[in-house]
């Protein structure tokens, strides 16, 4: 079985059959609606990956490209009635293809710079921030960008660009102590993921969070020598690296009394709530792993499931909400954002149209894959000029870079916040 690989649940043979009369996952997956390939649809996937697994397939480029143009949605999951657990089965294909070395020279050393090493580690990362910013901030980005240089000769760079983040000029973990206290009587002990590019390049987003938790009288304990959460590196298939990572969080959040860990970056959230899925067979890990992904919530779970302090002002706006593919289909958050929306006075949520399919942000798929990104971006954003809403929340920061991209490119007049900026908002606190 030259190009076999071993180590994930298959499905049998049944569901195979079983798939073949099946296929309602096809009309929920970005990439068949885009090119109409059973290959590149979730039931393509699934019956290639159980060929190239079992060795009947071997392991070309051509298998390769199908499993990096899955944008790793999971949307089929949540149509799927077998309960099949592609997103399982894509990221352990991308594991193979990276252990087995069968990636391209220049996507390895990528993937090994930015993935295994800047988001991974601390104080690369902020390096490599840091620089962005003199990029960015000192006159050299407007100078590439008037002279028009970068287009005339990496047009695709050009386009990059404008997908990165902007960094922020005071780092999160940096401009807050570990520990942080409410004003009344502490109702919740909460351990806080300050993130990788959340921690330098969205600190708003995390500084609106703390607010709203410290609003509902939770004392937040961000940990510094917290690390990034993995997600990253476990979807692209570096499980290595994910698994040391979730270790080290483990160990470090471990050492305070936490009744939660709250997050709000939904790709996060996701993957801490598997830490206990991708230690499983560690033995000193294991129940370590599987009793902290107990503790983890998104911020809307956490409000949602508690009596929390609903605005007394009128926020009297129109608002969307968009369901980031990691909080509706990966950890089946729906009701609760919703339920929070409804909740505000003065707020009339107005549906978005297909508000569950992918914004074509997808982690770094953007990057990958610039232009089917913008094709499913393009979708999003009809929909979203369709709502005609004031304001279109969400609760991943890849969405929201995305969308803001999608209304400068389409020119659509919205704002586009995350759900912590606009409780904060609609909580009037500076
Ligand atoms: S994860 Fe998304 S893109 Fe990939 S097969 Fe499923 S629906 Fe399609
Ligand atoms: S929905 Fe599930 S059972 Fe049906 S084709 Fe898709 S993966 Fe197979």
């Known amino acids: 079985m030259e190009n076999g690989f071993t180590g994930i649940d298959i499905p049998s043979d049944d569901v195979i059959t079983n798939c073949m009369h099946c296929g309602l996952c096809l009309p929920t997956c970005p990439t068949y609606n885009l090119t109409g390939r059973e290959r590149s649809s979730p039931r393509g996937r699934i019956r290639l990956i159980k060929a190239v697994a079992e060795g ?24 799927c009635p077998a309960g099949v657990k592609y997103g399982s089965l894509v990221e352990s294909a991308r594991n193979q293809i990276s252990l087995q070395g069968r990636e391209s020279l220049s996507a390895r050393l990528i993937k090994w710079i930015f993935l295994t090493h800047v988001l991974s580690t601390k104080w690369q990362l902020k390096l490599v921030a840091r620089l962005l910013r ?33 960094i922020d000029a005071q780092f999160f ?13 502490i109702r919740y002990r909460i351990g806080f993921l300050s993130g990788c590019i959340m921690n330098v390049a969205f600190a708003a987003i995390n500084n609106d969070t703390v607010k709203v938790l410290l609003h509902n009288d939770c004392q937040i304990i961000i940990p510094k020598d917290q690390d990034c959460c993995g997600s990253m590196q476990a979807h692209n298939g570096d499980f290595a690296t994910a698994r040391a990572l979730a270790r080290k969080n483990i160990d470090v959040f471990a050492r305070y009394d936490l009744d939660y860990i709250v997050i709000n970056s939904a790709g996060c959230g996701a993957l801490m ?3 206990g899925h991708y230690l499983k067979d560690d033995e ?29 002002e009128p926020f009297p706006f129109r608002v969307a909400y968009h369901d980031a593919c990691h909080l509706a289909h990966a950890q ?6 919703r339920m929070l929306l409804s909740q505000i006075p003065g707020v009339t949520p107005v549906e978005l149209p297909e508000s569950s399919w992918c914004c074509g942000s997808a982690g770094t798929y953007n990057m990958t ?10 979708r999003k954003m009809t929909n979203v000029r369709a709502a005609q809403a004031d304001y279109v929340v969400a609760s991943n920061p890849g969405c929201l870079a995305q969308m803001e991209y999608g209304c400068e490119l389409y020119e659509v007049n919205v704002n586009v916040i995350h759900f912590a900026t606009l409780l904060r908002k609609a909580y009037r606190i500076e």
């Open 284 to 312: 000193a890990y294991a129940a370590k792993a599987k009793a902290f992904s107990l503790l983890v919530l998104d911020l809307t779970e956490f409000l949602a499931m508690f009596e929390w302090k609903r605005p007394t």
């Open 273 to 275: 709530k598997e830490y």
């Open 332 to 337: 089946k958050v729906t009701v609760q954002p």
């Open 369 to 378: 894959h610039y232009d089917d990104s913008m094709k499913i971006l393009e």
């Open 173 to 185: 973990d940096e401009s807050h102590p570990e520990i942080l206290y409410p004003e009344g009587t």
């Open 56 to 79: 009947e397939l071997a392991m070309t480029q051509g298998f390769i490209d199908e499993m990096n143009f899955c944008l790793d949605c999971q949307a089929c999951e949540t149509a």
């Open 134 to 166: 003199l990029y960015q901030q000192g006159g050299l980005e407007w100078l590439v960008n008037r002279t028009g240089i970068l287009t005339a000769v990496a047009p695709k760079l050009a386009k990059l660009q404008k997908l990165s983040p902007r």
